[in-house]
């Protein structure tokens, strides 16, 4: 995963605040992450580092839910960057938690998912490059944090109708009491699941002026950031995150964008594409990226390129490149070697 340590992550404002309040040093965090103090003053660092310095804070927190919690509810809603603010000064839950997906693009290394169906509303966690796996402790406050917003937001005590963990968290029970649900671990993937319903919450902290100074603000810089790649590759990057949770659909893309499907596919049809011909594409590159790592079996990559059934994955595979994805790795490795 070299290709990660280029990418630049900006560290939340107030996190080394946050620290201190909860009676651990920066210097120690940094020291015990095998980093140098002066990042401390660096607005940003790679993502190797970023996950580092999460890490020595779970270390130093010691129970993994406990750093989780404390850190969460400690954190000021104040320090938060624009892009966060803004989301505490929505109308409702539901438009606060989308604010949050699609303003999370221009922070990486995280991404939110989200599928309303029936009472329920799903928010997954997913990473900047599919395949990457933050520490737990980054995962848990990132979950935490949406739970926050609601309460902090409605000034209602919301819960979790479900939370899934893919590595172990720590004290399960500390995160049950926080989240008001079960806890899983050793799932597929993280996701945070509420209560449908509690969306329509409005929010006491709404504020439509502010709003109207931060969103077009936001959005020019979101715009900016996204015209680096084309349309077409913007939307492939979005479902190259979205892999792991089964086919993406039209719909959710769309949201991530800010647009309708309608206006989605009629943009991807003056490219002289279509979204199924991307999600192809999609599918393909990643297949051929994971293929290339013999740590990750075959039955793991289908799993991480959208397929359930490992057989639907070959039948695909031998269409795109016209050899199973055994004989495909195997004169790739002989290739590289």
């Known amino acids: 995963m070299s290709s ?4 630049r992550i900006k560290i939340p404002p107030g996190l080394w605040a946050g620290f201190r309040q909860l009676g651990i040093a920066p210097h120690d965090v940094v020291r015990s992450a095998g980093l140098p103090l002066t990042i401390i003053a660096e607005p940003e660092v790679t993502s190797v580092q970023y996950f580092a310095i999460w890490q020595a804070y779970s270390e130093l927190a010691g129970d993994v839910a406990q750093g989780i919690i404390q850190l969460a509810t400690v954190f000021e809603t104040a320090k938060y960057p624009p892009t966060v603010l803004a989301t505490y000064h929505a109308r409702d839950y539901r438009d606060a938690l989308y604010r949050m997906a699609r303003y999370k693009q221009m922070c990486p290394p995280e991404s939110l998912r989200i599928t309303e169906e029936g009472e329920h509303c799903t928010i997954e966690l997913g990473w900047l490059h599919p395949g990457e796996s933050g520490p737990p402790v980054l995962v848990g406050i990132t979950l935490a944090c949406l739970m926050e917003l609601g309460r902090r937001g409605t000034g209602q005590p919301v819960q979790a109708r479900s939370v899934e963990f893919t590595q ?10 926080y989240f008001g649900c079960r806890i899983q671990v050793g799932a597929t993937r993280n996701r945070l699941t509420l209560h449908r319903r509690d969306l329509d919450r409005p929010f006491l902290s709404y ?8 969103t077009p603000a936001l959005d020019r810089s979101l715009d900016e950031q996204q015209r680096s790649r084309s349309f077409p590759e913007t939307v492939k990057w979005i479902l190259k995150r979205s892999l792991t949770a089964g086919r993406p659909d039209i719909q959710a893309v769309a949201r991530e964008l800010g647009m309708s499907d309608r206006t989605l596919q009629r943009r991807l049809t003056e490219e002289n594409t279509s979204f199924k011909h991307l999600l192809t594409q999609a599918r393909h590159e990643q297949a051929r990226e994971y293929l290339a790592d013999p740590s990750l079996d075959i039955k793991e990559v289908a799993f991480l390129v959208g397929y359930e059934d490992q057989n639907s994955f070959y ?12 004989h495909w790795r195997a004169e790739h490795v002989s290739t590289n070697s």
């Open 4 to 7: 990660y340590i280029s990418e």
């Open 168 to 177: 172990p968290m720590g004290d399960i029970q500390t995160l049950e009491s």
């Open 207 to 214: 504020n439509e002026e502010l709003l109207d100074i931060l």
């Open 315 to 326: 039948r695909a595979f031998r269409l795109w490149e016209g050899n199973t994805p055994s």
